[in-house]
């Protein structure tokens, strides 16, 4: 196996074997959090009304003639 000679080598080195540990720790950190998130919507829909009212708000932008309206999301009857 070839050894690499010289300080700007390592130092190299070692911050590549930090930018794919911290690469890691973020795949691990999403994943963990998309768990979290599908686990949260198996038990109810969420409630956004703030994305609603950008939805509303980008939908009606344009000087059309149409006008949106999203009254908001319902958790369904069980």
């Known amino acids: 196996m070839r050894t690499f000679v010289g300080q700007a080598a390592l130092h190299t080195g070692r911050w590549l074997h ?3 540990q911290l690469a890691l720790a973020l795949i691990v950190l999403a994943a963990a959090a998309l ?9 109810a829909p969420l409630d956004l009304p703030w994305l609603a009212r950008r939805l509303e708000a980008a939908a009606n932008a344009d000087d059309r003639d149409l006008h949106v309206r999203i009254g908001g999301t319902m958790r369904p009857a069980r």
């Open 18 to 20: 930090r930018l794919v």
């Open 35 to 43: 768990g979290v998130l599908s686990w949260r919507l198996a038990q």
